[in-house]
């Protein structure tokens, strides 16, 4: 069986989309699927088992990237077309069945959008794949014992947490009276200038923590997210990509709405401000979240 399967430029919501990709493995076992993505979230579904191909779908002038693409999967038939991007592509390829998201902004989460493609109902959670060579990737940058994951960067600044109340959580959350008692911080983030420069003011509050901001590919940042005690984060792709790696997960929001993007593992939890404002959220408020999130690990 051959599957084509579109789905986001964006990291959180290409995230969302691999519940649909493990359920279509679950379903069809054996099938060979070719992923169609941007460029920043390619690395998602690098791991994935069943990939018989990625094509990166680079933007471009005029929406001239779906001809594009067209041409790279026109002359193949499909078994089953799924695009999560609401195009005419997915009406426009030869195909057996076809499962086409529809577009516009509607209530309810992302996760739950995402699955009525294929009439899912509950929606089959994210998951994150890895391999081994990951994990010993990580494990040679990272202390002995429990840690710390934070992400202090986001695609926009107004969805940043100021750094001075990720410090001062860091500090209560691995005091030795605090949750996650000596655990190391951890500090995550994604390449480039720009967000180096949203996690500057952190790593200099936290000299003690391990900046891993930029130097790690997205299977990496999954494997260690794999073993982190708690990630605290900012609304964003990592924060999604933590949730589906199984961290107990604290997404931290201001003006974006938590109810349509909120994260979805098997411990995750949003804190919302009250005013629609990052500095809206508290350190108090954060800390009995992760407080009450953290039993959630043995229940879950």
Partial sequence: MRILFVTSTRIGDAVLSTGLLDHLLRAHPGARITVACGPVAEGVFARMPGRERTIVVAKRPWSLHWPVLWGQVATTFWDLVVDLR??????????????????GRRPGHRLGHIAEVLRLDPPPRPVAWFAPEDSAAVDALLPTGPILALGPTANWHRKVWPADRFAALARALTAPDGPLAGARPVLLGGPGAEERAMAAPLIAALPDAVDLVGKLALPEAAALLSRAGLFVGNDSGLMHLSAAAGAPTLGLFGPTPADEYGPVGRAARAVVAPDGQMTGVSVEAALAAARDLLPMQVAA
């Fill in 86 to 103: 609401g195009s005419a592509l997915g009406w426009m390829v030869p195909a057996r069945r076809r499962a086409v998201m529809r577009g």
